[in-house]
């Protein structure tokens, strides 16, 4: 019994002698006065809880559907975005916004160690979810860069189709860089790029600043530029808002075609009826339609092959590409003084040799990455020119399923009146009576 | 009637997306993941400066902290003088730190404390380097988290020439500096060429 | 490549600058010790095959001793090896007895090591205690604590025989100040002890009682001053009682005369950029990590980064040395 005592007290000293040899700090001078040293401070973040702003995105999103959808109300969604604008924005200074959170899911998928967290998901999912069945609800009042730039459209002016077309294409690109980006390990575009949260956060660089100023600025006549040239967000909110269940309509009931809502909307989203004498005859449409899905193919060979071959400089995004370059050019003597990224990579373990070839493996990345890139931009291109070719034929004013953003402010141009309760038709009738 | 399956299709397709879509969330989702806030591991920094300028805040969120565990308490403070000041009292003159947040107070001869005004700190690195070069090592920069606003990319932690920012979860949200057996465990492998010849400094 | 084209240049400068440095010396033979004016070259490099080398010492025979991680190794005068010996850890200092017993310091103890290996452990000298250096002469083994801010004195036989430097009131000894694990000690060609008060910059004399005999103190960031926190790092005595000091922080090796003026700098680095946002590199270890010096009076420097000994002589002047023949 003894010796068994014996042996776990040896052991214990003999732990308690290997802990405190791993642990040895260097002694403190011994202070006669005894003084004490203040404790260091060490403040941990303070986060809204996920779970509190889950809620809010969800109630936001289900209340500007209701106000959409049933109320039809425009105060509503504006009050809506203007909280939206406090809370999401200014409150939350803007981050994680679903816009961003599109990166970490995609990220995760190209990136098994990535993780996102639940929060970051529902950002990124709620809003979609919300699109399949509502419509683009998130960007009409719960989206804050949305809400700023409401705000600034005031005299909204509208634009000619082909430009609207044209500049419809940047948020593909935006999307498909984007991808880009995160497939060759470039870093988060979108965050770097945001114009808006400047304002949100109070702090940004220069540029920045006078970027988010030039799009406001803008915004007050070509409203919302942001959301309609840029957003790459967008294009999933609208590839998800084409197969709603339910969506904005100008009309409450059926449309009269009295043309009021015509230039009712700042955004170019209204289908306007096709015109009974076509301008384009059924088989010169038609052959214009089978030469487009012909060219299809070498379009989209041609703009991947520009995407390959432009490979090299789409490359210099990333900075292990440019602190490659920078490093061969100073040994070549090409520049005088060293870069503190130079300098740190100089004194570090790697060797120059090592640090080209991991350069010249991004640029083989980027090689790939960019014809992809090419090719997907083809099809876009491709894909809007046979949309355009396509005979589409609408009796109908209706709001464009992937382009409206159901800001309700057509609502007020329509002049039909909504199916009503038998509760309200009672009602007026009651009231008619009384007045005659 | 015919429209019914219609509707039925659109209806299940839709459905299925959803349930589809957070499926897969989940599965990309990690699990019992935790909430990671961006530090910068003091055994890699260089002391460049880019903490001061290149945090979305002004001033930046990241300050530098003081561990009075390594100080040495030196009248001859390394971080809190400039290098050959004439005077070693708290003169502006010959102090290191450019806005002046470095506190020196008498506690018994010979130590004197340093302490750092938070309010008044730019995370520019000055100390730090004198500290590292002169002294002990004890003063050091850290993200401070009720600062940071956790950007989703930090752009301090992108331009950092020594890549020394990581997302760190929650619990561990401060890298602090320890010591293993009484000498700092430098990171980095650096080589310093003593130069001899001419009998001049180098 | 431009890095090529540097070292280059630099032979190139070295080669001028001693050759401007011996003209000089020429037009001045007859300058007054005043002046620092002895010229160091590297001599020779001795490469290390062991890891974290961390003291070093020489022999009376000529011997040169080196510590590591687990390893203490003997070195013959050309710097073959000799002997190795396993320890365990890494020991912080060295040194070696008239007898030829190696002194070995580990963290909170001394080993003693004879040519079969470890003959005596001592005592162990407490947590806080963290052993820096020791110096040997007939009667008595100094051991530098930094840890306990004192020197321990041993007989050969380790039994502890008294402390030195240690705060005392009583003989107005207001202690040492070491505010970091940089702490020597050493014993001058005339027997005195030597123990360096870091935070003050200078040395102290004492008695073997622990008297004070005599100090003297340089602070500040001059060629002839010891900057940083804690400076010189390591001393070393040549034959003619002239003083070697290594520092850190701004890395240099430099010898004093006896009186103790500067009479030289054997190596130096260039002063780090501290005020200006330049990345700055420091190896948080001194790249100096012993001092010794030899029967020739030749200077070793153990350097780790380097990994090796580096024997700097001091150049003779050419019109001693046509006197030489």
Known sequence: MKSRYFAAAALLLFVLAYEAKAQFRFPMPEFESGYKHPEMNTPLPARIPAAVDITVLFVALAVTAWAVLKSRSRSMVFLIAIFSLLYFGFYRKGCVCPVGSLQNVVNAIIDRSFGVPIIVMAFFLLPLVFAVYFGRVFCAAVCPLGAIQEMCAISPIQLSRPVEITLGLLPYAYLGLTVLSLATGTGFLICRYDPFIGFFRQGASFNMFLTGGVLLLMGIFVARPYCRFLCPYGVLLRWASLFSKWHASITPAECIQCRLCESSCPYGAIVVPTPDDRSVDRRTGARRLGLLLLLTPVIVGTTAWTGMTAHKLVARLHPTVRLAERVAAEEQGRFAETTIDTDAFHAGKQMPAELYADANAIKQQFKYASAWFGAFMGLVICGKLIRLSVIRKSSDYEADRGACLSCARCFAYCPVVGPISQSDLRQECLDKHAQS | ?202 | MRKNSGIGRRDFLRAAGAAAAGATLIANSRSQAGAASAAFSESKRIPLTMDNPSALTVGSGGGIYVAGENAVVTLDAHGKETARYGVKGRPGCLAVSAGGKLLVGMRNHVEVLDAKGLAASWQDLGERAYLTSIAVDDENIFVADAGNRVVLRFGHDGISRGRIGERDKERGLPGLVVPSPYFDVAIDPQGALWVVNPGKHGLENYRTNGDLVSSWYRSGMEAEAFCGCCNPIHIAFRSDNSLVTAEKGLSRVKVYSPDTTLLGIVAAEPAPPIAENKALFCNVEPPIMDLAVDQQDRILVLNKPEKAIIVYEEKRLPVEKKREG
């Open chain 2, 1 to 202: 009637m015919s429209e019914k399956p219609k509707i039925g299709r659109r209806d299940f397709m839709r459905v299925a997306a959803t349930v589809a879509a957070g499926g897969g969330a989940w599965a990309v989702a990690r699990r019992g993941d935790e909430a990671t806030v961006w530090q910068l591991d003091p055994a890699k920094c260089v002391q460049c400066g880019r903490c001061s300028t290149n945090c979305v805040l002004n001033p930046s969120a990241v300050k530098c902290v003081h561990s009075f565990q390594i100080c040495g308490y030196c009248d001859l403070c390394g971080a809190y003088l400039q290098p050959g000041a004439k005077a070693r009292d708290t003169g502006a003159e010959n102090e290191l730190c450019p806005v002046g947040a470095i506190t020196r107070t008498y506690i018994e001869d010979p130590f004197y404390q340093y302490t750092i005004d938070e309010k008044l700190c730019v995370g520019c690195g000055k100390c730090v380097k004198g500290c590292n070069v002169f002294g002990n090592g004890s003063l050091y920069l850290q993200v401070k988290h009720d600062l940071c606003v956790g950007c989703n990319e930090c752009l301090i932690a992108r331009n950092c020439p020594a890549k020394a920012y990581e997302r760190v979860p929650v619990r561990t949200a401060y890298l602090l500096k320890t010591r293993d057996n009484g000498v700092l465990v430098p990171k980095l492998n650096l080589g310093t060429r003593l130069d001899s010849g001419t009998g001049k400094q180098g």
